[in-house]
């Protein structure tokens, strides 16, 4: 077994060494990312390159099976991949709700047809997709959402409104909560995909605190999308919203832990402004701030391996993605307030010459932070979820 | 880095929990302490897990032990925390007898090791002097004296000093009162002439004593390791010891936890379930995730140290430090939980509180972890 897979870490790591491009072992800038998608944008051709390479191989799905355009590799396997692309510091090469998101249900809950049609296409980063699930009067409580989809018998008709549906203006296709039962509430819910190119689909962007964002508002008048696109029972959308919000507390979280745009760890940031002239943070109160949260870093670094390996072993338990979400995000939040303190008033520029980039990007991603405990589910519900299945308290 | 436990591991971490809720549960603590006991520990429950090997089960096959590596001790360890159960596990089975294994003679092995993987001997690290942990903080001289040594010093907070057969005595040989070098052990019968043990009646009713050396004069074949170049391997001891009691704090965290859950569920205000409050929901789940992060954190430092992983340092601090935070939130939360009833000398759970705060302060606080930490990633 270990033999097998050192060989395969040997395997890996040549095939990456001679494929990755120099310029795709550097830092991640937010412009250079891709996420593919009818109007994919390169702005480093050897973004496209590498993208390729990785997708002829099934390597941007690497557990996904082969003929759903993965490599069908094991969970070990992925993780020396990641491992070898961690040492050569190699950026992901597609960034896509379809590959965090939508694939993992759909494996599990679509039928053959649609996988084939659409889970090839996710991995070859040839189809974007966005998430249609909150609604302004439906956000914790999600279940209450109201675009109703109706039966006309050769298709269905959709009408009604999404909000904060990112990259909604760039997605090629949704996957999209809707009411197809207006009498009960969890057990009137559908899972429905369809093409964002639609008739009756307009979206328009949202202004954050924290300047222009990914996230839109998205209205469907009389979209009609065809029956074949229903995923799962018709009125058992429910069991699989809730399974995709997993998937996508787990994205978050991650997702806090490893960007945060390209503002570097809070340790770095704080030697930076707070250097005692020996290469080490000079304020002794922010010193054991800075430590108390590093030490919390790495804790939770550990929780999520040690989950992974848990899961691996047969052994998962529930409520897990829950935790991930509350604390990634809760230390997330608390990062960047702590590098306001290390950084001071150069960590408040909004723009301008003077601050450098990165001061006024540390700005931007401090306020956008603050939604990372909002959205993919708030702290809040995330702790009720905790007390209820796992701790079994009552309701 | 292997942060799930084997079969064999979990074997032995189910086989120590039935033990524990059988032989040792809380109200053997209780009992112990109501009773007053000379001795501070079960003596023939200590018998009986030198007889599954948990004495000395750090040690090889060849002297007699278990080798279930820090791993295998960490299960037996969060079991007894469970049940807050007395004996000398910390002070010999995760102290002493490593330490006698890294450091000692051919001879000293044999002397020693045997006897206490059967039961048969308790060992005491007299270390600390101050009421924190301090470990390079040693004002005990040693002095050489002919072919031997003379020792001159107090020491407080030695776990079953007033029980033990030897003490371990670190004492300084050369360098300045903080210095890590020039630091020397010595293997000190207990019953030395001009040794004086006084026994400290902590809040936890665990053994633990002040340990006076008057001039005690030693042979040169009472040093322990090499001369004045003690610290690494005392380090090293010091960090299995930091790993394997954060460990046994997981257990009583894990268990306070657990019994305050239960508590929620059980007790009625205003006619329902007080567990029902978003309130105190939420405060249980803050609790179920530093438990979960606790968990993750000993049991990397545990691995480590089997592993020798070179980083075994700083995650027998993280391991320390984030046991120490958790232990210190879920007892005082308990408490408060459990509401007047959790006041109560009746109640088991108040037990649990002050155990807490002792284990907190042994071999390094949360400060104390969170400060070493800091110095050896450079922060």
């Keep these: 077994m270990s033999a097998t897979l050192d060989e395969f870490r040997a395997e890996t790591r040549a095939w990456l060494e001679a494929n990755c491009p120099a310029s795709m072992r550097t830092p991640l800038p937010d412009d250079e990312r891709v996420w593919g998608g009818r109007k994919a944008v390169f702005n480093n051709p050897d973004s496209k390159l590498w993208l390729e390479r990785m997708a002829e191989r099934g390597l941007t799905v690497p557990t996904w099976p082969r003929a759903y355009g993965g490599a069908g590799l094991s969970a070990d396997e992925a993780q020396v991949l990641r491992e070898e692309m961690s040492r050569l510091k190699c950026r992901q090469p597609l960034s896509s709700f379809g590959i965090w998101m939508l694939g993992p249900v759909l494996l599990k809950y679509g039928n053959e047809d649609q996988k084939r049609e659409h889970l090839p296409k996710i991995a070859r980063g040839e189809i974007r997709w966005c998430q249609g699930y909150s609604e302004p009067g439906a956000g914790s409580d999600l279940a209450a959402l109201k675009t109703r989809c109706e039966d006309r018998g050769d298709h269905y008709l959709v009408n009604g409104q999404k909000i904060w549906t990112s990259y909604a203006d760039q997605a090629d296709w949704i996957f999209c909560l809707v009411r197809t039962d207006t009498t009960v509430k969890h057990g009137g819910i559908s899972f429905v995909l369809f093409d964002m190119a639609s008739e009756g689909v307009e979206t328009r962007p949202i202004t954050l605190i924290s300047g222009a964002s990914v996230f839109c508002e998205t209205f469907f008048t009389d979209v009609r999308v065809p029956k074949e696109n229903l995923v799962g029972e018709l009125n058992g959308g429910w069991t699989i919203a809730k399974e995709l919000l997993q998937h996508e507390r787990g994205m978050i979280a991650e997702i806090g832990r490893t960007v945060g745009g390209t503002v570097p760890p809070v340790d770095v940031i704080a030697k930076r402004y707070l250097d005692d002239g020996a290469g080490r943070i000079g304020d002794p109160l922010l010193r054991d701030a800075v430590t108390r949260h590093v030490m919390n870093d790495r804790a939770f670094g550990l929780t999520m391996r040690r989950a992974a390996q848990e899961s691996e072993a047969g052994m998962a338990s529930g409520g897990v993605s829950s935790m991930f979400k509350y604390y990634g995000t809760e230390q997330n939040k608390a990062k960047f307030e702590l590098i306001l303190k290390c950084a001071g008033t150069q960590a408040l520029g909004w723009e301008g010459d003077g601050f450098s980039a990165g001061e006024l990007d540390i700005c931007r991603t401090w306020l956008r932070s603050k939604g990372n405990s909002i959205e993919g589910g708030t702290s809040e519900i995330q702790l009720n979820v905790i007390a209820k299945r796992v701790l079994g308290l009552p309701d | ?379």
């Excluded at chain 2, 002397?111 to 005491?124: I, S, T």
């Excluded at chain 2, 009713?205 to 009472?222: E, F, I, P, W």
């Excluded at chain 2, 704090?249 to 239960?262: C, I, K, N």
């Design chain 2, 1 to 379: 880095m292997n942060l799930v436990l084997n079969e064999e591991e979990r074997i032995l971490r189910r086989g120590a929990q039935e033990y524990f809720n059988e032989r040792l549960p809380v109200s053997a603590l209780r009992k112990l302490r109501d009773d007053d006991d000379a001795n501070g520990f079960d003596s023939a429950a200590w018998r009986e897990m030198a007889d599954m090997g948990w004495a000395g089960v750090l040690l090889p096959e060849e002297h007699g032990g278990a080798a279930f590596g820090y791993k295998g001790l960490g299960q037996v360890l969060e079991a007894a925390g469970r049940t807050l159960a007395a004996s000398p596990l910390v002070s010999t089975a995760l102290v002493g007898a490593p330490l006698v294994l890294a450091a000692g003679s051919a001879k000293q092995h044999a002397a020693l090791l045997p006897a206490v993987a059967a039961g048969d001997c308790v060992l005491a690290l007299a270390l600390d002097e101050q009421s924190r942990h301090a470990p390079s903080t040693i004002a005990t001289r040693a002095t050489s004296d002919g072919g031997g040594y003379r020792l001159t010093g107090s020491k407080t907070f030695v776990l079953d000093a007033h029980v033990a057969d030897h003490l371990i005595v670190v004492a300084r040989t050369a360098g300045d009162a903080n210095a890590t070098d020039g630091l020397t052990l010595f293997l000190v019968p207990q019953d030395s002439r001009g040794v004086e043990v006084a026994r400290m009646r902590l809040v936890d009713s665990r053994n633990a004593a002040r340990v006076t050396l008057h001039d005690v004069a030693l042979g040169a074949d009472a040093v322990l390791g090499p001369v004045d170049e003690a610290w690494p391997l005392l380090e090293r001891v010091l960090d299995g010891a930091r790993a394997g009691l954060a460990a046994e704090m997981l257990g009583t965290a894990q268990e306070a936890f657990e019994r305050t859950v239960a508590y929620l569920k059980l007790r009625e205000q205003f006619g329902v379930a007080i567990g029902s409050f978003q309130a105190l929901k939420h405060r249980a789940a803050l609790m179920f995730c530093e438990l979960e992060l606790t968990r993750s954190a000993v049991l990397a430092a545990l691995d480590a140290l089997d592993g020798g992983h070179e980083d075994v340092a700083a995650l027998a601090s993280l391991a320390k430090c984030k046991a120490c935070e958790t232990l210190e939130l879920v007892t005082s939360e308990a408490v408060q939980l459990h509401g007047g009833i959790g006041m109560t000398d009746a109640e088991e759970i108040g037990l649990f509180l002050k155990r807490a705060r002792v284990a907190q302060q042994t071999f390094g606080d949360a400060a104390f972890h969170r400060q070493r930490y800091a110095d050896l990633q450079g922060l």
